[in-house]
């Protein structure tokens, strides 16, 4: 079955860290980029981070430049979302999520819940 | 960034109803457009992508259709499993943007 599973989230004060991961079975990772978007619960969703398949490129939404930093292990078939400084406005589900060569989602994790408060 | 904009934001439907909801984009997007629903509590579920082809295993009553910067996504004979939240996303330009969402609620 191909199967995102992320882990990672948690509880984390205003300026913290923390590390995202998402573990792909299923399929070979090495062949697909991958994303994460964040969704506020009962909000709409956001694309936050890609990654091409062999980490040579990625991108960023603005408001998570330069704190935020995607990287991949193809070989542990995971991807990886580095979190620092991290503000109320990071809250959210963090959904890692694959795409296609035609550019569509097709498959996502169930998500991880990232809460930041003191 | 390519701006979404999609209406109703929201609606009341019944059993058998046919929708239909509308997703514009800002500039044109070719037909990097795809069409999610998303459940309470569950990750979004890709229906529609390419403007108009139906993701495998995706009831054929779900459809899409357009091109450049208006497109909509119908549904045909809605079903009780169908109640859900509706975005639309283009895929044509980094930053792959999403429409806002479309609740259908159960009239």
């Known amino acids: 079955e191909v199967q995102l599973v992320e882990s990672g989230g948690g509880l984390v004060q205003p300026g913290g860290s923390l590390r995202l991961s998402c573990a792909a079975s299923?399929?070979?990772?090495?062949?697909?980029?991958m994303h994460w978007v964040r969704q506020v619960p009962g909000k709409g969703l956001i694309w936050v981070s890609r990654?091409?398949?062999?980490?040579?490129?990625?991108t960023y939404a603005d408001s998570v430049k330069g704190r935020f930093t995607i990287s991949r292990d193809n070989a542990k078939n995971t991807v990886y979302m580095q979190m620092n400084s991290l503000t109320s406005e990071d809250a959210a589900v963090y959904y890692c999520?694959?795409?296609?060569?035609?550019?569509?989602?097709?498959?996502w994790g169930h998500g991880t819940l990232v809460t930041v408060s003191s | 960034d390519v701006r979404l904009t999609q209406s109703p934001s929201s609606l009341s439907a019944s059993a058998g109803d046919r929708v239909t909801i509308t997703c514009r984009a800002s500039?044109?997007?070719?037909?990097?457009l795809n069409w999610y629903q998303q459940k309470p509590g569950k990750a979004p579920k890709l229906l529609i992508h390419?403007?108009?082809t139906l993701q495998i295993g995706v009831p054929s009553r779900f459809s899409g259709s357009g091109s450049g910067t208006d497109f909509t996504l119908t549904i045909s004979g809605l079903q009780p499993e169908d109640f859900a939240t509706f975005f639309c996303?283009?895929?044509?330009?980094?930053?792959?943007?999403f429409g806002l969402g479309t609740r259908l609620e159960i009239k």
């Open positions: 390419s403007a108009s």
């Open positions: 996303q283009q895929s044509y330009t980094s930053p792959y943007t």
């Open positions: 990654v091409n398949t062999d980490e040579s490129f990625t």
């Open positions: 500039q044109t997007v070719g037909t990097y």
């Open positions: 299923g399929f070979n990772l090495r062949d697909y980029w």
């Open positions: 999520v694959r795409e296609q060569w035609t550019r569509q989602f097709d498959v």
